[in-house]
């Protein structure tokens, strides 16, 4: 059970994006489902996007060329936590397909995904130009900067997204949650209850600003913000180990209670839609 909480306080995945993959307490799906074969987002299986990825797959290497095809496959090994498989299956593909910034964008996001942090802003770079700026992957290069401990330049990013795209709950939680890592927690607090005050602000949003309460040790108020989206009992279990980490004093516990939440951030602008 300590495990299971550990992963759902230190990765809040989509979204994200980004799609989770947690060891036995695993939640398979993110709020990026595009090219989902069937089956709502929310009520996907890993049995679901098993027998995607397995159909993806045949499809994809009898034409590794189409872009499309290599984005949806990606999708669906990542969220069966294949997600170095899935970085390289859109790099055989970008090979073919250059220039195609929906393709880049998923395979910037992808790299991010294993940690290939500098090859994966490489990457993003070529899915935009400054003439034509894509707001989900200033997002995702800022999340990028913020997982390199980059926390400024981070910000920056967030704040050119937010010019393009007003009040967009992602990136206002990315950007708290970027606050959250510069230890300035006010401003993560204003950042996310702006975020979750918008009407189409999901769960993971909510979970991100019980997490920056918990943070400033308003322990209750954090898990009543939290039972808006989990069951009681799992919404205490979350801020009681919040509270033991952060009764282990230093930095390195307090970097750890927020974890990799900014991975949210890691929304492929290929897989919305939008």
């Known amino acids: ?26 939640t398979i799906g993110s709020a990026d489902t595009t090219g989902s074969i069937s089956t709502s987002p929310s009520q996907r299986t890993e049995a679901d996007w098993r027998r995607d990825s397995e159909a993806l797959g045949e499809r994809f290497r009898a034409n590794p060329r189409d872009p499309d095809v290599a984005i949806r496959y990606a999708h669906a090994l990542r969220a069966t936590g294949q997600r170095a498989q ?20 998923a395979y910037g996001r992808a790299l991010a995904d294993v940690g290939n942090f500098r090859q994966a802003l490489e990457v993003l770079e070529r899915a935009h130009s400054p003439d034509q700026p894509d707001w989900r992957i200033l997002s995702v290069q800022g999340a990028v900067m913020d997982q390199m401990g980059r ?9 050119s997204a937010l010019k393009i795209m007003p009040d967009e709950p992602s990136v206002l939680s990315n950007l708290g949650l970027s606050y959250a890592l510069s230890k300035d927690l006010k401003r993560a607090e204003e950042m996310l209850r702006r975020a979750t005050a918008h009407g ?15 943070l400033q040790g308003r322990f209750q108020e954090a898990e009543t913000v939290a039972r808006s989206d989990l069951p009681p009992d799992e919404a205490a ?5 919040l509270k033991q980490m952060l009764a282990q004093k230093g ?24």
Not at 86 to 105: F, Q
């Open 237 to 241: 279990a979350n801020v009681a180990y």
């Open 86 to 105: 899935a970085a390289a299956v859109l790099e055989t593909s970008a090979l073919h397909n250059p220039e195609n910034r929906a393709l880049l964008g």
């Open 251 to 274: 930095n390195a516990n307090f970097k750890k209670a927020i974890g990799s939440r900014t991975v949210q951030g890691l929304e492929p602008a290929d897989e919305s839609g939008s």
């Open 1 to 26: 059970m300590r495990s299971c909480v550990a992963s759902r306080i230190l990765l809040l995945t989509t979204v994200a994006l980004v799609a989770a993959a947690l060891g036995g307490c695993k």
């Open 200 to 214: 189409s602000a999901d769960k993971r949003v909510r979970q991100n600003l019980a997490l920056v309460v918990g």
């Open 151 to 159: 926390h400024a330049d981070a910000q920056r990013y967030y704040a």
